[in-house]
């Protein structure tokens, strides 16, 4: 089993930056690949960002590529989602999956993620 804890959220203003981390614990052997999805209010769901755990480029939705960047420090079983240039429409509840996806594309997963955090509160004002 694996537990994941997101942290890092907050309200900011737009072109402002956040930090997110996800920290995983139990049996981190049980996956190869950790993400970010978000949903916002009244939205599906969707990918962010994610990262194969024996390395790789990270794989970006195309509506953060360029703005967001996905980093994992495997020495702390750590994932991280810097956002630079904030914008409205980033406003979401943030979650942290792990899991062993066949393949990633545009920041999501098939098959889908198995372990999910709890999600950690990203609101940006204009």
């Known amino acids: 089993q694996v537990q994941l804890v997101e942290s890092g959220g907050g309200s900011v203003q737009a072109g402002g930056s956040l930090r997110l981390s996800c920290t995983a614990s139990?049996?981190?052997?049980?996956?190869?690949?950790m993400g970010w999805f978000r949903q916002a209010v009244g939205k599906e769901r969707e990918g962010v960002g994610s990262?194969?755990?024996?390395?790789?480029?990270?794989n970006y939705a195309p509506a953060v590529k360029g703005r967001f960047t996905v980093s994992l420090d495997k020495a702390k079983n750590t994932l991280h989602l810097q956002m630079n240039r904030l914008k409205p429409e980033d406003s979401a509840m943030y979650y942290c999956?792990?899991?062993?996806?066949?393949?990633?594309?545009?920041?999501?997963?098939?098959?889908?993620?198995?372990?999910w955090g709890k999600g950690t509160q990203v609101t940006v004002s204009s």
């Open positions: 990262v194969w755990t024996d390395g790789g480029i990270p």
């Open positions: 999956a792990t899991g062993r996806p066949s393949s990633i594309s545009g920041g999501n997963w098939d098959p889908a993620a198995d372990h």
């Open positions: 139990g049996y981190t052997e049980s996956y190869d690949a």
